[in-house]
């Protein structure tokens, strides 16, 4: 070999080392537990500081400290409750131990404590306080309030150390048994209860922090709770009360201390005791209720619960029977559900401190009563008169108004069906009637019809479901109290809330091109926003998928800050610096967080979560139109494959389940649950479609079978998609579209089906577990859109029904469920499973013992993953089948057998 030969050979073995070097993987399960979601995102209030964390799928999160335009000061792992103090110079978490060390010690039986880091943010030092159970900074700054877990776990007495430390003076103080604690809102004081063994010094104590000095309030041998502080930070409440023997709930007094300041020498103690005579017979203030000062100080809202005498032993019922009668308001097994809840009810009240006038609000028939801090109006919402009509959708209500002051009740409107809630400045209630927003002046009792005034329909046309139908609802309330910002699809309005002007905010732009602006508050404390100053606005494309941020300004068009082909999260400003951080994302590009200030124009990438992912092959997504039989104009989202190659047919699995296309830009994490992860399918070579479904009202399945088959149709039109070789997957509500279909044509060359309803009649008649409801008002006028019931209609049930149907199945399909699926009933997949076997067609039922509605093991959502993808690549691929899908696994070989078996005798 001469020697041009020999280096042109040296050159070639360099440049293919290199390209084999840098060749890209495809994406398996084992490669999954890298993957890391961030979890912590949090910016100081100055806007200098962030913290963030990595949480792999498996593993142990990694908290990182960083200065926002510098580097990372610190790490953490397992890091919680992370806070920055409001001054930006400490900052404070939680840790956890390792996961291993924690499974350790609870396989041990010991308990699994958290340490408390502080750390000085300008020097980098770290103080740490052992067995820590929560913590607080004060308002300004300089103290921390430490909670410690109590020493022993099993005392009957609930309170624990509580150590003060004062961060710029290195000074610590103890304070034992207490078990609440609160700063006021200057950070000047804090309240605590103590609950001691043998209520020892049980009570309410104040100390000034200023001068170290603490004052008793009230004290005796009671349990002291749910304390709490006024606003302004001078005033203070708490529950104190005991149990009678033979009583089931304690007798609670309340207290309050007026005039607090740091020399107390003003304060004024009250009680008000459940004796009083204006006090409601056979009822108590509860402690299972918070309560809340009013805005004013001159009300206590508080919580009644009826006393009752605890049942004798011999009294009891020694057979255990539940009575379900046709009289049940709520059925039985809704009853059980919501029995430990139910226990623990209570019903609204309010004190007024400047005559003690009392009335409880709230009762059986009127159990829901909003009101509002900053006035004397609340709204009741009397469901009683609905609550046994089998006839029509749960939901409607009578509304009143309720004057705090005097007790006053007055109707609003009767049959309400959807309720808004009261105005930020409390003189306002809104609900919506026949598609028009109603707005109710609390003093002139008057009822205006605020979407009247505008030239446009605010009815929510995408709201598809056999009821009244709502509008899109207020999307904010202005700052002086004159107007209501209300969305429109597209286009936000402002309305004056006389009802006599309506401006398009934004100036029909939405419209124009269709995209979705709604506004934006970035201070969480803002009554309404300032309409003299540019509003925020959030902004979606409906049919480019692009997302961002414009502003507008009353009577000018909005501007775009930054409006992007990405999917753009909610920015979260920090709370004295004009700086957000917010994520932005693609099907290609995790979500990390970016910071920017409110101008958008700059943004810069903070965190970079997943550096592993140029390992691997990634594919694309490209949008998809289509037109369904039916006449709808819709879109899907299409994942192409990672070496995606123009003119080639790809095999194709569909993943669908109501509206689909809005998660075009949506990062696909891969993670271990129940579905397939369109990364690594088109990794490994597959299409991926995700496509849009609109329902006829009684037709769920066929509207599911017009839509998904519509889909198909396009993209194998664009000739990517092989039509010999395409799956579907759908879990739940698609669990049951996906099975509906299946029946229903031949299209497709296997079908894998998660909890599935399948015979909606049946269906009907069972409980939601979860909840206890039963199923019959979900499948009329909810989800499942059919708009009758089953003996108004029976044919119309049968019909999209999919096990009625089971014999005209011709195509290979396989399901999943758990046997303690609280949302679809493990009996539904039984039922199908049954049905096809006895006609003899190709079907695996995938039986999870005691899983709920979605996998919740790690072994078991691994081992549907895997064969989720055997399965497809056996149908779609021509890869092997593996053993349990050719012949099944015994059940004394299933401990044996995984799906990694390829043949017999392996």
């Not at 498996?58 to 510098?70: F, M, P, S, Y």
């Not at 005796?220 to 529950?239: C, E, P, R, T």
């Not at 059986?364 to 009683?384: C, H, I, S, Y």
């Amino acid at each position: 070999m001469n020697l041009r030969s020999f280096q042109f050979s040296l050159l070639f073995f360099f440049v293919g080392a290199i390209a084999f070097g840098q060749e890209k993987k495809a994406l398996s399960l084992e490669d999954y537990k890298q993957w890391n979601r961030i979890r912590n995102a949090i910016i100081s209030p100055n806007g200098t500081w962030m913290t963030y964390a990595y949480a792999p799928n498996e593993g142990d999160a990694q908290l990182h400290v960083r200065k926002i335009e510098g580097d990372t000061i610190r790490t953490a792992i397992n890091a919680k409750q992370i806070a920055f103090s409001d001054d930006s110079k400490w900052l404070a978490y939680l840790v956890d131990p390792a996961k291993k060390e924690a499974e350790k010690l609870r396989a041990s039986k010991k308990p699994v404590v958290s340490d408390l880091h502080i750390i000085d943010l300008n020097s980098n030092e770290a103080q740490e306080v052992k067995n820590a159970k929560s913590y607080r900074f004060s308002k300004d700054s300089k103290v921390i309030a430490v909670h410690k877990n109590p020493a022993d776990r099993k005392a009957e007495h609930s309170g624990s150390d509580l150590i003060l430390m004062y961060l710029y003076e290195g000074v610590t103080a103890n304070i034992g048994n207490v078990s609440s604690y609160a700063f006021n809102k200057a950070g000047t004081l804090i309240a605590y209860l103590v609950d001691a063994d043998g209520d020892v010094g049980n009570g309410l104590y104040v100390m000034d922090l200023k001068a170290n000095r603490r004052w008793p309030l009230h004290t005796g041998a009671f349990s002291y709770s749910q304390m709490a502080w006024n606003k302004a930070g001078d005033k203070v409440l708490s529950l104190y009360g005991n149990k009678e023997k033979g009583n089931m709930q304690r007798d609670n007094a309340l207290f309050w201390a007026t005039g607090l300041t740091t020399g107390m020498s003003t304060a004024n103690k009250n009680t008000y005791e459940a004796s009083a005579a204006n006090f409601p017979k056979e009822m108590v203030i509860s402690e299972f209720g918070a309560p809340v000062w009013h805005e004013s100080d001159g009300q206590i809202f508080l919580y009644v619960k009826e006393q009752q005498q605890e049942p004798k032993k011999d009294d009891l019922l020694k057979a255990n029977v539940d009575v379900w009668h046709w009289k049940d308001e709520q059925v039985q097994s809704t009853q059980i559900v919501r029995a430990n809840r139910d226990r623990r009810s209570t019903y609204l009240a309010v004190l007024n401190l400047s005559n003690k006038a009392f009335f409880q609000l709230a009762n059986a028939d009127m159990p829901n009563v909003n009101f509002n801090l900053m006035t004397n109006w609340a709204v009741g919402r009397e469901d009683k008169p609905y609550r046994d009509d089998v006839n029509n959708p749960r939901g409607f209500e009578d509304l009143y108004s309720i004057d705090t002051k005097t007790g006053e009740k007055r109707l609003i409107k009767r049959r309400n069906y959807f309720y808004s809630g009261i105005s930020p400045n409390g003189q306002w209630a809104t609900f919506s009637t026949n598609a028009e927003l109603m707005v109710y002046n609390f003093e002139s009792g008057e009822t205006i019809n605020l979407t009247k005034k505008a030239d446009v329909s605010f009815l929510n046309t995408e709201f598809d479901k056999p009821t009244e139908k709502p509008t899109y609802g207020i999307g904010g309330w202005s700052k002086d109290g004159k107007w209501a910002l209300v969305n429109n699809k597209f286009d936000l309005w402002a309305i004056s809330l006389n009802g006599t002007e309506a401006i398009n905010l934004t100036n029909g732009l939405g419209n124009e091109e269709s995209i979705r602006f709604r506004a934006v508050q970035l201070d969480p404390e803002a009554k309404g926003f300032d309409m003299s100053k540019p509003i925020l606005l959030s902004a979606y494309g409906e049919w480019s998928k692009k997302s961002g941020f414009y502003e507008v300004k009353l009577g000018k068009k909005p501007k775009a800050l930054r409006y992007e082909d990405k999917m753009i999260g909610r920015p979260v400003k920090a709370k004295y610096a004009d700086r957000v951080i917010y994520t932005e994302q693609t099907f290609v590009d995790f979500p990390d967080y970016w910071v920017s200030d409110l101008s958008f124009k700059r943004p810069k990438q903070v965190t970079n979560a997943n550096p592993q992912q140029s390992e691997y092959k990634w594919g694309k997504r490209v949008l998809v139109d289509y037109t369904d039989k039916r006449g709808h104009k819709l879109q899907g989202t299409l994942t192409l494959p990672a070496d995606y190659e123009e003119g080639k047919k790809y095999p194709m699995v569909i993943y669908f389940y109501e509206r689909m296309s809005q998660r075009h830009h949506q990062y696909s994490m891969p993670t271990y649950d129940d579905r397939p992860h369109m990364s690594t399918y088109a990794s490994n070579g597959y299409l991926v479609l995700m496509p849009d479904i609109v329902y006829d009202v009684g037709l769920p399945g066929s509207s599911a079978l017009d839509d998904v088959t519509s889909a198909a149709n396009a993209v194998i039109d664009m000739g990517c998609a092989d039509p010999e070789r395409i799956g579907l997957q759908g879990h739940s509500w698609g669990g049951y579209e996906s099975s509906f279909i299946v029946t229903q044509t031949d299209m497709f060359a296997c079908v894998v089906t998660g909890a599935p309803l399948t015979n909606l009649i049946s269906m009907y008649n069972v409980a939601y577990k979860r909840t206890g409801n039963l199923n019959g008002p979900i499948l009329e006028w909810s989800q499942g859109r059919m708009g009758v019931s089953p003996w108004d209609n029976m044919e119309l049930y049968r019909s999209q029904s999919p096990i009625h149907h089971a014999q005209n199945i011709n195509t290979p399909f396989m399901i999943l469920h758990g046997t303690a699926d609280g949302a679809v009933d493990w009996v539904q997949g039984l039922e199908y499973y049954s049905t096809a076997r006895r006609l003899g067609k190709e079907v695996i039922l995938l039986s999870y013992p005691d899983e709920p509605h979605h996998l919740g093991k790690l072994a078991n959502q691994k081992d549907f993953q895997i064969r989720m993808k055997q399965y497809f690549d056996h149908y779609l691929m021509d890869a092997e089948a593996p053993l349990w899908m050719k012949e099944g696994v015994r059940h004394l070989d299933k401990k044996r057998i995984g799906p990694e078996v390829m043949e017999k005798g392996n």
